[in-house]
């Protein structure tokens, strides 16, 4: 559930809660098929103006808490509250191989009802910020995996979402692109954003104000 952003809005009070989150798959052939819990009542608070890195071994749930999160897959019991919109990187990225990169930010400017002076305007910032301006006019099926993944990135960031939720944004990105990333990060923290990062992993520690973990199904603090 959304609700409109209110005046006064600090870094102590969540822009996003989820409670109780919980989430089993069928697993095996019947007559034996069964239920296998992935999420065991998660609850989880992110504040205005942090970053967090949510991790977790292969399997322990996070791509499917955070496809909860943001609506594209149903929780079992639970709730999520956020404030304001929300940007989201999956892992793999959802896009069209006929449009180029200036058309695929054009489709999601329209579907993010911006105007379009506000979309080009964010469009060359994004080109800017993590380098691909070259890649304007072409195609997705002709981009290598690194430059799809920055079309991914800046797809999520084009509105200016009050919460970002990035699942393993830097894979495939070289050093320098992983650079360009973190500066996008800390120039969000300081303008009262949120980041929500997901990984198997984390390196660069310092870089998080908390790291999550997602443990038997629950998540805990790092």
């Known amino acids: 559930m959304s609700t409109p952003p209110s005046a006064g809005t600090g870094r102590t009070r ?15 052939l019947w007559p034996h098929r069964r239920r296998t819990p992935v999420l065991r009542g998660v609850d989880l608070s992110l504040s205005g103006g942090e970053v967090v890195g949510l991790v977790g071994e292969n399997g322990s749930g ?8 943001v609506g594209a897959l149903a929780a079992d019991t639970g709730t999520v509250d956020y404030v304001g919109r ?17 058309e695929h930010f054009e489709l999601y400017g329209h579907a993010y009802a911006m105007p379009a002076d506000a979309e080009r305007t964010a469009r060359r910032e994004l080109y800017e910020a993590l380098g691909f301006e070259r890649y304007a006019a072409t195609r997705a099926d002709r981009l290598s995996g690194g430059t799809l993944a920055k079309l991914n990135l800046g797809l999520a960031l084009l509105a200016d979402p009050e919460v970002l939720l990035l699942d393993e944004p830097y894979a495939g990105f070289d050093f320098d692109t992983y650079l360009r990333f973190w500066d996008l990060v800390a120039e969000r923290r300081h303008s009262g954003r949120t980041v929500l990062i997901i990984s198997h992993f984390v390196t660069d520690q310092e870089r998080f104000d908390r ?7 629950k998540a805990v603090p790092g």
Do not use: F, N, W
């Open 86 to 102: 929300l940007g989201y990187c999956p892992q793999e990225p959802v896009l069209y191989e006929r449009l180029t990169c200036d």
């Open 62 to 69: 996070k791509s499917t808490l955070m496809k909860i999160l």
């Open 14 to 28: 969540p822009v996003l809660h989820a409670a109780g989150i919980e989430k089993a798959y069928p697993r095996g």
């Open 211 to 217: 790291i999550v973990h997602l443990r038997d199904g």
